[in-house]
């Protein structure tokens, strides 16, 4: 590991947001309600650490009321971190971030549980002596692993569950402790059914409530915030190449909504590893393999070799941008047509369908070279996509 890996906190001081994919409407052609997601993208996360990376090192300055590079330090953000933002065109893959070598997926940390990340969990009915959850992993009567609840599986065959499952319960959204296995309620971690709160006025509605006289609630965004437990924050790695100046901050803004995080920067010890690091092992027929990150995966190729997948699918999109040219980071972006450059504009990438992180797979053989390559995507690997872990049945 590199002696400049360091373990980055971000605690929110309040409430947050985290943007996601806004789908339209029948009637009006956008939807205004906006859900929180629970995790930051981790483009969003890179953008912050290039951000953090020119800010430190007294590379911006404020022109024409807006932030921006200073005249003379082109040259020298470039190096510092990169000339342009994540971009998923292949032409552009795997990037150049300068000092940042590589991220890590973000999780959830706490003083007990140092990675928390999600995972699934079957929902029980209360009973004596049983909590009202279990691990989705069990081990049946014959002492064969088994997992449990409605899967995908490679040829349609039914798949027996086992008596802790009860389809009108379904799954519970948990969290896994990387280290220790132990699982732990979403509840405990995030504050759960945070109500809407009003957003901010659509323009057009504004206008016309001015001479129409049209209801005040019709021209409002709502927006359904997320808060996480008292003592649990964000957490992730960041490898450096390079002893740029890089230290805690006692607020940064983060999110969709700027929302006050506390960012503190540590760095780690030169034989400390992280679970990121650890490469896969010698995997076989039965192995569970365990998304600690959403992944860029192509179902059809995975499903050849698994006999079992729990899975969801999230959209995913991002900014492209370029360092030195784009002018304005603050407006709408536009979308990108085909192979379309920044050329000073701010771009709105293609739509991608990763596979949700927390999914678990289970295999039906080894894998062979060009299956571990299907799983690592070298670009969506750097910035931390595309990490798995091993798990095995409790």
Known sequence: MSKYTHFIKLTPLEQFCFGGESFASKEEKVFYFQRSREFPQQTSLLGLLRYQLLLQNGMLEFRNGRETLRRQSNGKAGLLVGSRGFDPLPEYCPANFGVISQLSPVFITHKSHRHLLPFPGVKAWAEKNMQNHQPVFELSRQGKACLMGDVTLADARPLSLLHHYSPKLGFEHGFRDSDSGEFVCHKEVFVENMEPQIGIFKAHTL????????????????????????????????????????????????????????????????????????????????????????????????????????????????????????????????????????????????????????????????????????????????????????????
């Open 207 to 394: 206008d016309h409530r001015r001479k129409a006289g049209s209801p005040e609630q019709e021209g409002f965004f709502k927006i359904q915030y997320q808060r996480l437990q008292p003592g649990y924050a964000f957490g992730l790695y960041v490898q450096l190449s390079d002893s740029a100046s890089f230290s805690s901050q006692p607020m940064v803004m983060f999110g969709k909504e700027r929302s006050p995080f506390q960012m503190e920067v540590q760095e780690l010890k030169t034989d400390e590893r992280t679970p990121f690091e650890r490469p896969l092992p010698e995997l076989k027929a039965g192995d569970y393999l365990w998304l600690a990150s959403s992944a860029r995966l192509n179902p059809q190729q995975l499903y050849a070799f698994c006999e079992a997948v729990l899975t969801e699918e999230e959209s995913f999109r991002c900014m492209v941008s370029e360092l030195s040219e784009t002018c304005n980071y603050y407006g709408r972006p536009e979308k990108r047509s085909g192979m379309q450059q920044p050329n000073g504009k701010l771009l709105l990438s293609q739509r991608y369908n990763l596979m949700k992180r927390g999914s678990v797979l289970k295999l039906t053989s080894s894998l062979s070279e060009a299956q571990r390559k299907l799983l690592s995507d070298p670009a969506f690997q750097l910035i931390g996509y595309n990490h798995f872990l091993t798990v095995k049945p409790q």
